[in-house]
């Protein structure tokens, strides 16, 4: 199954001159990631105190995604892979969306405690990913409910409530349901086409 994931190439391609300049001014990649973390942490904090404020989110996951794209490539193309690097890379990930879910939980109808699944199943979905590299697969990015594509749905949610949209209670039920269903897929999915790598 297709995800958003699938659209990153051409997403570089876009931010490649903006990299560029970054990487002239002496920018790490290090330091973008984990100004992205911070950045995300106090946003998802804010937002459990201030919910009218969710319609900021989808603009948030926009820069947020650019500025993950921005670290990979200042990593890759100028030099600056590290270990502490790729430890930073994937920690800093699911402690980010875990702090931009965490105000849907706080906000009706919405299920905090399915909100607090589809947390937790989002890092094991992580997690999962990067249990490739330690199997001899790459890294996997498999969806259908990868980082770009929670990014989209929360995002969407967000406008919808910040604009005024109702969500009504069977909305509010199963929202996060529907959400921990894909991403259940997706763990799967991550396990099997990474064995599926090795054996090739």
């Given at each position: 199954?297709?995800?958003?994931?699938?659209?990153?190439p051409?997403?570089?391609g876009?931010?490649?001159?903006?990299?560029?300049?970054?990487?002239?001014?002496?920018?790490?990649?290090?330091?973008?990631?984990l100004?992205?973390?911070?950045a995300?942490?106090?946003?998802?904090?804010?937002?459990?105190?201030?919910p009218?404020w969710?319609?900021?989110?989808?603009a948030f996951?926009?820069?947020?995604?650019?500025l993950?794209?921005?670290?990979?490539?200042?990593?890759?193309?100028?030099?600056q892979k590290?270990?502490l690097?790729?430890?930073?890379?994937?920690?800093?990930?699911?402690?980010?969306?875990?702090?931009?879910?965490l105000p849907f939980?706080?906000?009706?109808?919405?299920?905090?405690l399915?909100?607090?699944?589809?947390i937790?199943?989002?890092?094991i979905?992580?997690?999962?990913g990067?249990?490739?590299?330690?199997t001899g697969?790459?890294?996997?990015?498999?969806?259908?409910?990868?980082?770009s594509?929670?990014a989209?749905?929360f995002?969407?949610?967000?406008l919808?409530i910040?604009?005024?949209?109702?969500?009504?209670?069977?909305?509010g039920?199963?929202?996060p349901?529907?959400?921990?269903?894909?991403?259940?897929?997706?763990?799967?999915?991550?396990?099997r086409?990474?064995?599926?790598?090795?054996?090739?």
């Open positions: 199954m297709p995800s958003i994931y699938d659209l990153k051409r997403f570089q876009l931010l490649r001159p903006g990299v560029r300049w970054l990487a002239r001014s002496g920018v790490t990649a290090n330091q973008v990631t100004a992205a973390c911070a995300s942490v106090v946003l998802g904090v804010w937002l459990c105190f201030r009218g969710l319609i900021v989110l989808p996951f926009f820069v947020r995604m650019a993950n794209a921005v670290d990979g490539m200042l990593a890759r193309e100028f030099g590290s270990r690097g790729a430890y930073l890379n994937e920690i800093t990930d699911v402690v980010a969306d875990s702090f931009l879910y939980a706080y906000l009706p109808p919405f299920d905090p399915w909100i607090g699944v589809v937790v199943l989002a890092v979905s992580e997690m999962t990067v249990v490739g590299i330690m697969a790459s890294r996997r990015y498999d969806g259908p409910m990868g980082k594509d929670r989209f749905v995002g969407a949610m967000a919808w910040g604009l005024g949209g109702p969500v009504p209670p069977a909305v039920e199963w929202f349901r529907v959400l921990a269903i894909l991403l259940a897929i997706t763990i799967v999915n991550r396990v086409k990474g064995l599926a790598e090795i054996a090739v």
